[in-house]
C-alpha cells in the first residue's frame, strides 16, 4: 500500500474524531497545525494514527532514506558550574574526585588517534568550567582545524557560549564570529531542555534562559551557520510544554531558516536528582516522535539517538518521523550511558549501523554533518571491516 493510502484510509475512519480527521486532512494538504491542535495530538492522538500522519510525511520528504554519520565525541569534562537536576553525567566542583579534566593537549591527542580514519566529525560538549573560555576554544579548533581540515568540527552548546561569551564580557554576534572564524562548523542542540520557564527553573536553574539560548542559535545562522535542536520529555513536563517549546522553535526557523535537525531527548533517572521521576515508556516515546514530526513542518529532519533509546527503540522510530539515528560514536561519549541508557558502551561499525537500518526496510545513507551523501549503502557489499580503535573515556565508579 502507498505511504497517501494509509493517509486515506485514516480519513475514511468513521470512528476517529472530526478533530482528529481535520488534522489528518491539513496533513495531507500540507497546511500548518496549530498549538492547540499539537496537544491535541499528544492528548487524544493513539499510536498507529500518529504514526500514519509522521510517516507520511517522512515519506514525502525523505522516502526510505535514513541517514547516519560516522563521527566521534570529545567531552572536555563533567564537572560544571551549573547544578541541573535531571543531568547524570556532570559533577560539581566539590565532587571533582569524580570527574576528569582534559587538557587542549590531550583533545588534541583524541582527534589525532582517528587520523587515516573515515570519520566526518567530531562533536564537541560537556561541563562548563571557567578554564574552558573563548581563548582556549578558539585555540582548540584552530589545531583541529590546521590538522584535519575536512573534518566537521561541530561543539558547544548555547549554554557553554552564553558562559564563555559573558566571562570575556563580548556580545553574542561577537563571540559566535570569533567561533567561527577559529574553525567552528556547526553548534549542536543540547542545552535547550524545556523553555518554558517554570520548568526550566525548576530542571536546570541558573543556566542560560530559552531566550538567550535561541539568540545564540540566531546569531549563528545570521553567520550563515548550520546548527541542531533539542528537548527534554518525560520529566515534570506537561504535553503544553513540549508544544510550546516546538513552537518557539519553529517561529526561530521561520525567521533564520538555520536549523537542521530536531532530536527528542528522553529524560534518563539513574544517579541524578530526579531519579524519583519515572521514565517514560517507549509507546511515549515513539508518540513523541511523531508528534514532533508533524509539528516542527519546516524542520528538514528528526533524529533519534540509538545510543540513548536503544537499537530496537531507534529502528521503530523509522516508522514514527525518524529519518536519522546519528552516528557510529565509536564509544566515545558517556552521556547517555551515565544516565541510564540501554547501551553502556555505545559504538557500532558502520556495517552494523547499515544492516540496522536494512533490517527494517530502510535505505542506509552515510551523511556528512550537512547532509551531503557520502555513500549510499543500500546495495553496498562489506568485506572484512576492522574493529574501530576506540580511544577509552575514564570511568565513574
Not at 559533577?91 to 583524541?110: A, H
Not at 583541529?144 to 558547544?156: F, G, S
Not at 563580548?170 to 518554558?196: H, V
Request: hydrophobic share 35%; net charge negative; proline share 4%.
Amino acid at each position: 500500500m502507498q505511504n497517501s493510502d494509509n493517509l486515506q484510509v485514516l480519513l475514511q475512519d468513521p470512528n476517529l474524531s472530526a478533530d482528529l480527521k481535520h488534522i489528518a486532512q491539513k496533513v495531507l494538504n500540507k497546511q500548518r497545525i496549530t498549538f492547540d491542535e499539537g496537544v491535541l495530538l499528544y492528548e487524544q492522538g493513539e499510536l498507529g494514527y500518529l504514526g500514519t500522519l509522521a510517516n507520511y510525511i517522512r515519506e514525502e520528504r525523505h522516502g526510505d532514506k535514513t541517514y547516519f554519520n560516522r563521527n566521534f565525541h570529545i567531552e572536555p569534562t563533567n564537572l560544571c558550574v551549573y547544578d541541573c537536576k535531571f543531568c547524570s553525567y556532570s559533577r560539581l566542583l566539590k565532587q571533582k574526585s569524580e570527574g576528569w579534566e582534559y587538557t587542549m593537549d590531550e583533545m588534541f591527542n583524541m582527534v589525532t588517534k582517528y587520523d587515516g580514519e573515515p570519520v566526518t566529525e567530531v562533536h564537541i560538549v560537556g561541563g562548563v568550567l571557567p578554564q574552558y573560555d573563548v581563548p582556549f576554544y578558539q585555540e582548540l579548533f584552530a589545531r583541529i582545524r590546521a590538522h584535519r581540515p575536512e573534518l566537521h568540527i561541530k561543539a558547544l552548546t548555547p549554554v557553554e557560549y552564553h558562559y564563555i561569551f559573558k566571562k570575556a564580557k563580548i556580545d553574542y554576534a561577537t563571540g559566535m564570529r570569533l567561533m567561527q572564524e577559529a574553525g567552528l562548523d556547526s553548534i549542536p542542540g543540547g542545552g535547550a531542555e524545556i523553555f518554558d520557564p517554570e520548568i526550566r527553573d525548576q530542571i536546570s536553574k541558573d543556566k542560560c534562559t530559552a531566550d538567550q539560548w535561541l539568540a545564540i542559535h540566531e546569531e549563528w545562522h545570521k553567520l550563515g551557520g548550520r546548527s541542531n535542536a533539542t528537548m527534554l520529555y518525560g520529566h515534570i513536563e506537561e504535553y503544553k510544554h513540549r508544544v510550546d517549546h516546538m513552537e518557539r522553535l519553529r517561529r526561530l526557523q521561520d525567521k533564520t531558516g538555520g536549523f537542521q535537525t530536531f532530536i527528542p531527548l528522553k529524560f534518563r533517572n539513574k544517579d541524578n536528582q530526579m531519579s524519583h521521576v519515572p521514565e517514560v515508556s517507549v509507546i511515549e516515546d515513539l508518540r513523541n516522535y511523531a508528534v514532533a514530526r508533524i509539528y516542527l513542518d519546516n524542520f528538514d529532519h528528526i533524529k533519534a539517538y540509538w545510543a540513548m533509546i536503544s537499537r530496537n527503540t531507534a529502528q521503530l522510530s523509522l516508522n514514527f518521523g525518524v529519518d536519522d539515528i546519528d552516528g557510529t560514536l565509536d564509544d566515545t561519549t558517556k552521556i547517555y550511558s551515565m544516565a541510564g541508557a540501554e547501551e553502556q558502551h555505545p559504538g557500532m561499525s558502520t556495517k552494523q549501523v547499515v544492516e540496522l537500518i536494512k533490517h527494517v526496510g530502510r535505505q542506509p545513507i552515510e551523511r556528512d554533518t550537512l547532509y551531503n551523501v557520502v555513500t549510499d549503502y543500500t546495495n553496498f557489499v562489506f568485506g572484512d571491516e576492522p574493529k574501530p580503535q576506540y580511544y577509552k573515556l575514564p570511568v565513574i565508579n
